[in-house]
């Protein structure tokens, strides 16, 4: 039997890196025209793949000051979402003109929307009727969760900044059912608490005591995560609509404790993917646009199995070549304040 992984000697691990990459592809996978349309797919993949990434993120932070996170997090989040916003309104605007519609209208749109930073739309709520950002909002809630828990953890100690966080998760729930606020600050206040799980896993050492928690006892977290899913509760991060659905809380942070696991134990590897899954997402949003949607006379099923490999073909090559060049990296940033 392979050793019990000595979790957190290191800044990276195989395993965590193998299931950032299964989450980035399982982004990839939703996103798909159709998607939708395979049973119980939508709910399998949002069961676990955007709160793995602030689960994990809560792996690695450290307290810092308000006055070091802040240039430290703008630099890691805000660059790139600067940079892909600007991107995809000249994506936009190039499509508008190509196809004869109002390019000023398009290019204010995207402004708007940018500013804004929200990932959804929902006209029920207040400022829900906003145009959304799409799946870039996901920078923004990581920048507002680190930057408070960071800090917060410097200023305060872990106690107080539990107790911070259980309060802005609650606050963020309640407010969620009545408005939208911009910038991605309720799924941020959300994030708080996975990042919270996190860093108690870390601190803990409890992903080494679930390698060798008893298999049925697994069993049966797994029988309740596929029950989850079954009845379709996922966790919503960007409708920040999670807490009410515990189940579904628990089942997003049994999957990602299992999937580190599983992947340890089987020694997956996906250490390329997993390492660069900020490029990924941003040059899966840019090529969302060339997709070839006009496919009326098949049905949604044939649609997605013929977008599902382009999309994934599309949005590694463009990633390869973003990250060969390093545009998402901010060249104010200090070298030393990395992960």
């Known amino acids: 039997m392979k050793q019990p992984p000595s979790f957190?000697?290191?800044?990276?691990?195989?395993?965590?890196?193998?299931?950032?990459?299964?989450?980035?592809?399982?982004?990839?996978?939703?996103?798909?025209?159709?998607?939708?349309?395979?049973?119980?797919?939508?709910?399998?993949?949002?069961?676990?793949?955007?709160?793995?990434?602030?689960?994990?993120?809560?792996?690695?932070?450290?307290d810092l000051p308000f006055r070091q996170a802040l240039p430290k997090y703008a630099s890691r989040y805000l660059w790139p979402y600067a940079v892909t916003c600007l991107l995809l309104l000249i994506c936009d605007v190039s499509i508008t003109i190509i196809?004869?519609?109002?390019?000023?209208?398009?290019a204010l749109e995207s402004v708007v929307k940018s500013l804004w930073g929200s990932g959804f739309c929902a006209d029920e709520l207040l400022f829900g009727y906003i145009p959304h950002v799409g799946a870039i909002w996901f920078l923004?809630?990581?920048?507002?969760?680190?930057?408070?828990?960071?800090?917060?953890?410097?200023r305060f100690g872990l106690l107080p900044t539990a107790l911070l966080s259980v309060t802005l998760y609650c606050a963020g729930l309640m407010a969620a059912q009545a408005i939208f606020l911009p910038w991605s600050l309720l799924p941020a206040a959300s994030a708080t608490l996975l990042m919270l799980v996190g860093l108690l896993i870390r601190r803990y050492?409890?992903?080494?005591?679930a390698y060798y928690l008893?298999?049925?006892?697994?069993?049966?977290?797994?029988?309740?995560?596929?029950?989850?899913?079954?009845?379709?509760?996922?966790?919503?991060?960007?409708?920040?609509?999670?807490?009410?659905?515990?189940?579904?809380?628990?089942?997003?942070?049994a999957e990602?404790?299992?999937?580190?696991?599983?992947?340890?134990?089987?020694?997956?590897?996906?250490?390329?993917?997993g390492q660069n899954t900020l490029y990924?997402?941003?040059?899966?949003?840019?090529?969302?646009?060339?997709?070839?949607?006009h496919l009326e006379s098949y049905s949604p099923h044939a649609i997605f199995l013929i977008c599902l490999p382009i999309?994934?073909?599309?949005?590694?090559?463009?990633?390869?070549?973003?990250?060969?060049?390093?545009?998402?990296?901010?060249?104010?940033?200090?070298?030393?304040?990395?992960?």
């Open 214 to 253: 008893n298999r049925w006892l697994w069993v049966a977290i797994a029988a309740i995560c596929v029950a989850n899913i079954v009845f379709n509760q996922p966790v919503s991060m960007v409708l920040n609509r999670m807490g009410f659905n515990i189940i579904g809380l628990f089942c997003c942070i």
């Open 140 to 154: 923004l809630a990581l920048f507002w969760a680190e930057l408070f828990f960071s800090s917060s953890l410097s």
């Open 280 to 293: 990924i997402l941003c040059a899966h949003l840019l090529t969302l646009h060339v997709l070839p949607l």
């Open 311 to 339: 999309n994934l073909a599309l949005s590694l090559s463009v990633a390869w070549l973003m990250k060969r060049f390093n545009i998402l990296r901010c060249p104010f940033a200090n070298t030393q304040s990395g992960k």
């Open 205 to 209: 050492d409890l992903l080494a005591k």
């Open 8 to 62: 957190f000697t290191s800044v990276r691990l195989d395993a965590v890196d193998s299931v950032k990459a299964i989450a980035i592809i399982a982004i990839i996978v939703g996103h798909t025209p159709h998607a939708h349309d395979i049973p119980f797919l939508h709910s399998v993949v949002n069961s676990f793949h955007v709160p793995a990434f602030f689960i994990i993120a809560g792996f690695f932070i450290h």
């Open 256 to 273: 990602t404790v299992g999937l580190i696991c599983l992947c340890h134990r089987l020694d997956i590897r996906f250490k390329w993917l």
């Open 99 to 106: 196809k004869g519609g109002d390019f000023a209208h398009t």
